[in-house]
């Protein structure tokens, strides 16, 4: 969010952002509620979330209907959410055009795998309308557009990926002496939240597979999650003996992320749905050939750009791609290349905020 923000600012358009305090079950962010916040040069109202599951929240919806009607166009991200289904309500009543941002919600894996029946009650009798009468639906990916499109709902639908910041150039001696034992290996990396979509059982025997004719070869698993999920996860590295071969480097951001990327030799996400894929454009953008599942909605634009593999997320998939670029330096060294020319082009800030100023102007000017 806070990098939509920052794109549409600086193209000169007023923004605020309204949302409530979740931080994750039983969890929140420690924001003052109620009141307007400056963060980051935008204007930010938290209200208190006052039940877990739809993420209940009266205060906001009194407050969005109260002053849906003070804005040009309402852009909402995500569905199958109380904000989102009063955000849309509050502005059909005022009469403002809004977008809506699935947010993967409407990819095959997420409404079959996640309170499946509720989720196609709920599709029929209330997301179907938010999609029809929304000014846009927004997509990161044309994957996740043609899965969405799929399900038959009637939709405007629009791609305009997201835009990822070029960071500072990471420093890979930072993240070797953090975890010496790395030096003079292969390092393969995963980086992203800890969560069953994400395929990491299944990251982790394609690794088996592929470690005893690469036996330099180590697995780090940078990112966190829920602790009984963390503790399978490590009872899995012992149950295959990966324990030596991989490095658990917990949450990682700012420069000790940099790092990490700097340090890698390939990167890997698996995942079984990605609304897109934040994790592997980042990825790209610090030239790193990538090995990602099918799943990842930008899988296809990073195989045909010949920046990466797009695989099955089965083991024996991920470890025949994880083998052949990890034994080819010449083909990690041209995937490199292409894999920095595809993030720059095609998921810059830029080219995120000069595309969506446009869709913007041309619902406010009603000539889409």
């Not at 906001?60 to 166009?73: E, P, S, V």
């Not at 309402?74 to 009469?95: D, E, K, M, Q, Y």
């Amino acid at each position: 969010m806070r990098l939509i923000e920052q794109t549409l600012l600086a193209r000169g358009i007023d923004i605020e952002t309204a949302t409530t305090d979740d931080d994750g079950p039983d969890r929140r962010n420690g924001k003052p509620c109620g009141v307007p916040l400056v963060e980051d040069g935008v204007v930010r109202r938290y209200f208190p979330k006052r039940l877990n599951f739809y993420k209940v929240s009266p205060g906001f919806a009194h407050w969005m209907f109260g002053h849906a009607r003070d804005y040009d166009l309402i852009h909402i991200h995500a569905l199958f959410s109380f904000t989102s289904t009063v955000a849309v309500w509050a502005a059909r009543r005022a009469g403002v055009p809004y977008v809506v941002r699935p947010l993967g919600t409407l990819n095959r894996y997420g409404v079959e795998q996640r309170r499946p029946w509720l989720k196609r009650l709920s599709l029929a009798l209330i997301e179907s309308r938010i999609l029809l009468n929304a000014a846009a639906v927004h997509f990161t990916a044309e994957a996740e557009r043609l899965e969405a499109e799929a399900l038959g709902v009637p939709l405007r639908g629009v791609v305009i990926p997201l835009g990822i910041e070029p960071g500072v150039p990471g420093d890979a001696a930072i993240f070797l002496e953090r975890f010496p034992d790395l030096k003079n290996c292969r390092r393969l990396l995963f980086l992203s939240r800890l969560d069953p979509k994400k395929n990491v059982e299944g990251l982790m025997r394609a690794f088996s597979l592929c470690s005893d004719t690469l036996p330099d070869l180590r697995l780090v698993i940078a990112g966190d999650g829920g602790a009984a999920y963390v503790t399978g996860l490590k009872a899995l590295a012992n149950e295959l003996g990966l324990t030596d071969r991989l490095v658990w480097a917990g949450y990682v951001a700012g420069k000790q992320k940099a790092a990490a990327f700097a340090a890698a030799h390939v990167f890997v996400l698996p995942s079984f749905s990605e609304n897109f894929g934040i994790a592997a454009a980042e990825a790209l953008m610090a030239g790193l050939p990538c090995v990602l599942g099918k799943g990842v909605a930008i899988a296809g634009e990073v195989a045909e750009a010949r920046a990466g593999f797009a695989v099955e997320p089965d083991a024996a998939s991920v470890a025949q791609k994880l083998s052949m670029l990890l034994s080819d330096e010449t083909l990690r060294e041209s995937m490199a290349v292409r894999a920095a020319a595809l993030a720059r082009d095609n998921y810059s800030v830029a080219a995120m905020g000069e595309c969506l100023a446009r869709l913007y102007e041309s619902i406010v000017s009603g000539d889409r």
